[in-house]
């Protein structure tokens, strides 16, 4: 993984991204509708070039960083890369946005980053990419740009 971008990632979000609406308490999962590809969002919203492949072998989930034309590198190859299912009191902790909700979410984390959905399970989902190395949580969206089969785009 590369962890210099990690600490860049921290230039584009403080410690809170954007305040979601709160929705009825229901027991969120990530599931096959979750795979496919997503692009890292700056605070203004804008995309990065960074872009993220999220899928699901037998029971195990892992994400691809996308470093270079059709070039998918394994970032959650190793066992303790490997993401796991977040305890309540960590996924609180991960997705307390300043100003919004923790409400209906659920993430996935190994030890240097966590993926958070955030939503209910009927209605829109969205997306945290939560940086871990830096003592505190930064907390950046993702933006669904298709599915694992979809064109990755730039804009």
């Known amino acids: 993984m590369r962890f210099h971008h990690i600490f860049l990632w921290g230039l584009f979000c403080a410690t809170g991204c954007a305040q979601?609406?709160?929705?009825?308490?229901?027991?969120?999962?990530?599931?096959?509708?979750?795979?496919?590809?997503?692009?890292?969002?700056?605070?203004d919203g804008k995309l990065t070039d960074i872009r993220y492949r999220l899928s699901k072998n037998a029971d195990q989930w892992r994400v691809e960083e996308l470093r270079g034309p059709n070039n998918w590198v394994d970032i959650t190859c190793e066992k303790?890369?490997?993401l796991e299912v977040t305890r309540a009191g960590?996924?609180?902790?991960?997705?307390?946005?300043?100003?919004?909700?923790?409400a209906n979410s659920t993430c996935m984390n190994n030890h240097a980053f966590a993926i958070c959905k955030l939503g209910n399970a009927e209605g829109p989902r969205f997306y945290l990419w939560v940086t871990l190395v830096t003592g505190?949580?930064?907390?950046?969206?993702?933006?669904?740009?298709?599915?694992?089969q979809g064109q990755v785009a730039l804009q």
């Open 136 to 148: 505190k949580p930064i907390r950046l969206f993702l933006r669904r740009m298709g599915d694992l």
């Open 80 to 82: 303790e890369c490997r």
């Open 90 to 102: 960590r996924v609180a902790y991960f997705t307390a946005l300043e100003g919004g909700t923790r």
């Open 20 to 43: 979601l609406p709160d929705s009825p308490t229901q027991n969120l999962e990530f599931d096959q509708k979750d795979e496919g590809i997503y692009g890292l969002l700056r605070l």
